[in-house]
């Protein structure tokens, strides 16, 4: 089973919104992980979009969304979601979920390591 699903994304029309969702397979921890949202356009590295600690007490937001995008940790649904606003056609990528990254301490890092889970990524496709 995929250890991590992602959904929600599809092709919308600039300045239009989608919430993308992501759950994990449910013999992993989903309450113990920090979490988070990248993406990865053509041609272009992946790129973090935004993180959350596990408990939700902390969020980080890379430059590309800042202001157009939420994203919350629903620990009892065991859900995480990416509420995206004000889409852009430079936001077309494929947008990844991930599960059990590393937080910065003192700066606004967040990455995945050798035990972080993977979704398989979700089309984001923004027409101008």
């Known amino acids: 089973q995929v250890p991590v699903v992602e959904s929600g994304g599809g092709s919308v029309e600039a300045g239009e919104s989608l919430r993308l969702s992501c759950t994990i397979r449910r013999d992993l921890p989903f309450r113990m992980y920090n979490m988070g949202w990248f993406r990865e356009a053509p041609g272009t590295g992946r790129e973090m979009v935004a993180c959350i600690k596990e408990n939700g007490g902390r969020k980080i937001y890379g430059d590309s969304m800042k202001g157009r995008a939420t994203i919350s940790k629903d620990n009892t649904k065991k859900t995480l979601y990416l509420q995206m606003n004000n889409l852009k056609p430079e936001d077309t990528a494929v947008y990844y979920c991930?599960?059990?990254?590393?937080?910065?301490?003192?700066?606004?890092?967040?990455?995945?390591?050798?035990?972080?889970?993977w979704g398989r990524g979700t089309q984001v496709t923004v027409a101008s």
């Open positions: 991930a599960a059990d990254l590393l937080l910065g301490v003192s700066d606004d890092s967040c990455e995945g390591h050798g035990s972080s889970h």
